[in-house]
């Protein structure tokens, strides 16, 4: 699965600067992802960078699948942009170690390492 800048990009391009990989760029008057440079921030956030920074709340940008769909992964995405918001508004400070916690918690019931106390 990689990522995709949908229609409702208003051009703010804070997201060629968020990504580790360089893979977004200025196309004109779009902002594209490359695909093959996207590696969905696996490497090193649980969240996909461009999506956390971008401003807009209209799906801007949008998981496309390019394997076989993953529950889990698709699951996790949208629930990790629900609280980025949620970090931006009342209790940011709660929200992040709540976020954390939960954060862990699914990396591990995805075999991705063991959860921290
Ligand atoms: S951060 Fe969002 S609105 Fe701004 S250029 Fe990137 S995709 Fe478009
Ligand atoms: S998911 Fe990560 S690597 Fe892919 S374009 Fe967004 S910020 Fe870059």
């Given at each position: 699965?990689?990522?995709?800048?949908?229609?409702?990009?208003?051009?703010?391009?804070?997201?060629?600067?968020?990504?580790?990989?360089?893979?977004?760029?200025?196309?004109?008057?779009?902002?594209?992802?490359?695909?093959?440079?996207?590696?969905?921030?696996?490497?090193?956030?649980?969240?996909?960078?461009?999506?956390?920074?971008?401003?807009?709340?209209?799906?801007?940008?949008?998981?496309?699948?390019?394997?076989?769909?993953?529950?889990?992964?698709?699951?996790?995405?949208?629930?990790?942009?629900?609280v980025q918001r949620l970090r931006k508004t009342a209790k940011p400070q709660y929200w992040n170690a709540w976020f954390?916690?939960?954060?862990?918690?699914?990396?591990?019931?995805?075999?991705?390492?063991?959860?921290?106390?």
């Amino acid at each position: 699965m990689t990522y995709t800048i949908t229609s409702n990009c208003i051009g703010c391009q804070r997201c060629l600067s968020a990504c580790p990989t360089a893979a977004i760029a200025v196309d004109g008057a779009q902002v594209r992802i490359n695909e093959s440079r996207c590696n969905q921030c696996a490497d090193s956030f649980s969240v996909p960078q461009c999506w956390a920074i971008c401003p807009t709340s209209n799906g801007c940008i949008e998981a496309i699948a390019t394997t076989t769909p993953d529950y889990w992964e698709t699951w996790f995405a949208t629930y990790a942009h629900i609280v980025q918001r949620l970090r931006k508004t009342a209790k940011p400070q709660y929200w992040n170690a709540w976020f954390d916690r939960y954060a862990a918690t699914l990396n591990q019931l995805q075999g991705n390492g063991p959860v921290t106390p």
